[in-house]
């Protein structure tokens, strides 16, 4: 049975998304949020597919609300591997690529990081367009020699390491750092259009964004110039980088090592025992970043995109 989703769905969701090939670093709170948090030009929704009361499979879609370019919308879909090929995918998809015909859609994205999901979209006229690297960084052996050597060097030259909750007080400063980076991301539709309005609900008030181990860089004067992110999944112990940047001023630096470097610090004190991330494989900057920090690949992501929706 295809039904829409409700609040009460949220762990059951998170706990299958962490019956995927690689664990998602997902709560139910972070479930529930992607939904509540969506501005009303997005005609966000979710469904659930119920096999004998239990949630089997789920499909959240949207309009891509961040993004200049119009009629983007996308999809992603996954099911319980016990539970295919009995229909339940392709009730999902269909359902919500229903909802997103009405809503405007013009043009349709999704990813797989699985064979069985390449060929589902495949077959609905989708073609492969990019790839990310699935990367995972092993805590207990992860490498920090060189964090306090680079942390010196660059306090010498006035910057300073902060976690996110010292700097809370600048939220117009921090999403304009975040809505550059995230700009500069290689993909087919720019995210260019991030308002400050929709980023402090949706990313700034996430509830799996850690405040205390997400660090930001600022300058001389308290400027932020460079940052990284981090989502925690408590229960499992589990990390995922949700965004890394440098302003176009500052970089050549290692400001975005420096800050990485403090997640990780904080993530292994904490306990946490890996984190998560994914990098366009066009985006070798931040890819050579990571592997310099000894993430290692888990997985390869392919995304897909239908373009025309009708």
């Not at 020699?145 to 390491?161: H, M, T, V």
């Not at 304009?176 to 991301?185: E, H, I, Q």
């Not at 999944?233 to 975005?256: C, K, S």
């Amino acid at each position: 049975m295809i039904r829409p989703f409700r609040l009460e769905d949220a762990d059951a969701v998170a706990a299958l998304l962490h019956r995927d090939d690689v664990p998602q670093a997902v709560t139910g709170a972070g479930i529930g949020h992607w939904l509540t948090s969506q501005p009303e030009r997005a005609d966000a929704a979710i469904w659930v597919a119920e096999e004998d009361g239990e949630v089997a499979g789920w499909v959240r879609a949207r309009l891509r609300w961040a993004t200049s370019a119009e009629g983007v919308a996308e999809l992603w879909a996954f099911v319980e591997p016990g539970s295919r090929r009995r229909g339940l995918g392709a009730g999902l998809y269909d359902t919500a690529y229903a909802h997103l015909l009405d809503a405007g859609g013009r043009v349709l994205e999704s990813w797989t990081t699985g064979e069985e999901g390449g060929h589902f979209l495949l077959a609905r006229r989708f073609a492969a367009t990019r790839t990310q690297e699935v990367l995972q960084l092993a805590l207990a052996t992860a490498d920090l020699s060189g964090f306090g050597e680079l942390l010196a060097a660059r306090e010498a030259e006035g910057y300073e390491l902060l976690p996110l909750t010292a700097v809370s007080d600048r939220p117009e400063e921090l999403h304009r750092l975040d809505a550059g980076a995230t700009a500069a991301v290689p993909t087919t539709y720019a995210e260019d259009d991030l308002r400050l309005d929709d980023w402090l609900v949706e990313a700034l008030r996430h509830p799996q964004l850690s405040h205390e181990g997400s660090f930001v860089v600022v300058a001389a004067g308290g400027t932020p110039v460079a940052y990284a992110f981090l989502h925690v999944d408590q229960a499992f112990r589990l990390a995922a980088n949700e965004m890394t940047g440098t302003h176009p001023d500052h970089r050549r630096r290692g400001l975005a090592r420096l800050a990485k470097l403090g997640t990780i610090a904080w993530a292994r004190d904490q306990g946490y025992e890996s984190i998560l991330t994914d990098n366009d494989r066009e985006n070798t900057g931040i890819l050579h970043l990571n592997r310099s920090l000894g993430y290692l690949p888990v997985g390869t992501e392919t995304q897909y995109l239908l373009d025309d929706l009708r």
